[in-house]
């Protein structure tokens, strides 16, 4: 704001509020008294209410440390003003380029007004998720609301003047668990996964990260490895000692399971396959998860895909969308990832052909990083645009589809990225004409959140985000009911702190497809 403008608008607000005073109206609203409008209080109230507020006020306030400067003897309305005349924030180069926030990281530092509703104990309905953190550590630090406050005070560089090095920051940032609840949940759409990744690019420029960054975020590098020899790998994960050896060396806690590899990758598996030749066909995103972890999942896809009347394209070529490099900041490299990914599918982009992601997290790359890190990429729009869950492919691709019927009873827990971004509709719908008797969990994150439960400092944050609504459930549920996660970690928290394995989605469906076809 300059100060012409600020006097402009002062001027405005006199005559405003002596018009609506005037006619006896109220210039008090749901928010803003405290200094939009508290020095214009007294036209409202008159001159000895005010006093009373202040005799009030200073019986439990006497030396006024309380939020001062609100309602009693409150700031000017052109005083102390966030965006005030001297307000230029850094505004550096980015590797995300905030489309939406006009190419400004200091612009997207602005999108929290402080409403607070990340400041919660519980969710509701879809929006339950936000902010997985705060609840467990009450810390405001800890809310979205506080490190979004400590990003634009970043930017603004009178408190922070570290920058992109400031420890303070780092500290705030390190427990966000990248959910993107905020994004979903925020009545402004504060993005924190993002500005944490962002972050975390400068934070560890020129610098070496630490082993675990390496180890998971690499993860698609170490699984394509360890797929020629699954079983010899196998012996350092699993095996004891030598996984104890192996959690040390990464900085995994003692409690957690490694995953193992799967004996055969599920694009081994499906070049072994005999091919379905239709006229229709859909692209099947082999990510890393299902890929090297649990091929079952995918193969379950691939059944339900065809039994849907789709011939199904799994790339050939060794794809990653990069989901584990956002968690440490490795945006150089889950920039060319997705270059790569351009490239290898740029005939099925041509085409306009339907790509099904399994894993939540990889189908919001496509849907929403991919938009950030590219948003001039006409290819990387389409792409975007023909990316599909399993569930809205089906809801909204496959003209009259009827899946198979299941009738059972069901919890699911709905993945983060999946809520946040592609929402859970479609889900809900295709459950529903299954027959399932399904209940949709207020749980919020699982807390794993990909490789976050896997780090020693983060264990404890992790499994009480779990445990705060999510895994207690999963343990009364009867023996009979299915338990649904579409997301790996998901899946993972569940079965390493129960006694009971999630399913996807296209595994029910599977299920489903072969109790309809049994004898």
């Known amino acids: 704001m300059s100060a012409p403008g600020i006097r402009k608008w002062r001027s405005f607000i006199e005559d405003a509020t002596d018009l609506v005073t005037g006619y006896g109206g109220s210039i008090s609203g749901e928010h ?27 019986i439990w306030d006497p030396d006024g440390m309380m939020n001062p400067g609100k309602i009693v ?32 990281f200091a ?37 979205t609301r506080g ?30 668990l990248a959910c993107k609840g905020c994004k979903g949940d925020c009545p402004v759409n504060v ?17 070496l990260r630490p082993v675990s960054a390496y180890a998971f975020g690499w993860i698609d590098k170490w699984a394509r490895l360890a797929s020629l020899a699954p079983g010899f790998a196998n012996l350092f994960t699993q095996l004891p000692v030598f996984r104890d ?89 889950a920039t060319s990832y997705l270059y790569r990914t351009l490239d290898a599918l740029a005939p099925y982009i041509k085409a306009e052909t339907p790509m099904v992601v399994l894993e939540p997290s990889c189908c919001s790359v496509f849907r929403d990083e ?54 859970f509709k479609d889900e809900k719908s295709l459950m529903e004409k299954m027959g399932l008797q399904c209940e949709v969990l207020e749980s919020g994150c699982c807390g794993m959140a990909g490789s976050f439960g896997y780090e020693k400092d983060k264990y404890d944050v992790s499994v009480a985000c779990g445990e705060r609504a999510l895994l207690p459930r999963v343990r009364r549920e009867a023996a009979s009911t299915i338990i649904m996660a579409d997301g790996f970690s998901c899946k993972e928290q569940i079965a390493q702190q129960s006694n009971r394995q999630a399913l996807h989605l296209a595994e029910v469906m599977q299920m489903a497809m072969r109790n309809e076809h049994a004898p």
């Open 147 to 176: 490190r979004t406050h400590l990003l634009w005070e970043m930017m603004h560089g009178d408190v922070i003047e570290d920058r992109w090095r400031d420890e303070h920051v780092k500290e705030a940032l390190d427990l966000c």
């Open 245 to 333: 050896i192996a959690k040390l060396a990464v900085g995994v806690p003692r409690k957690r399971r490694i995953p193992a590899f799967a004996s055969v990758t599920f694009k081994a598996w499906f070049r072994k396959r005999p091919r379905s030749q239709r006229a229709a066909k859909v692209l099947l995103w082999a990510d890393t998860f299902n890929n090297y972890f649990m091929p079952e999942t995918a193969q379950a896809a691939v059944d339900v895909l065809e039994h849907a009347g789709y011939e199904v394209v799994v790339p050939a070529e060794h794809l990653c969308c990069g989901r584990p490099l956002y968690d440490y900041g490795f945006l150089q490299m």
């Open 32 to 58: 803003g008294d405290g200094q939009s409008k508290a020095e214009f209080l007294y036209k409202m109230f008159g001159t000895e209410l005010i006093e009373a507020f202040r005799e009030f006020k200073s």
């Open 370 to 423: 991919m938009r950030t890190l590219l948003p001039d990429s006409a290819a990387a729009g389409r792409l975007a645009e023909n990316t599909f869950t399993l569930s809205e492919f089906l809801q909204k691709k496959v003209p009259g589809y009827q899946p198979p019927p299941m009738n059972r009873q069901a919890i699911v827990q709905g993945h983060c990225h999946h809520k946040a971004i592609m929402r």
């Open 191 to 207: 993005d924190m996964a993002t500005y944490k990744a962002e972050f975390l690019a400068h934070y560890w420029e020129g610098r």
């Open 107 to 143: 612009h997207a530092a602005l999108r929290c007004v402080g409403v607070g509703k990340c400041r919660r104990q519980n969710g509701e309905g879809e929006q339950d998720t936000m902010c997985p953190s705060y609840m467990v550590t009450r810390e405001e630090m800890h809310s």
């Open 73 to 104: 003897d409150p700031y000017r309305i052109d005083e102390n003003l966030r965006l005030g005349p001297n307000y230029h924030p850094w505004d550096p180069q980015t590797h995300f380029k905030f489309p939406d926030d006009h190419g400004s």
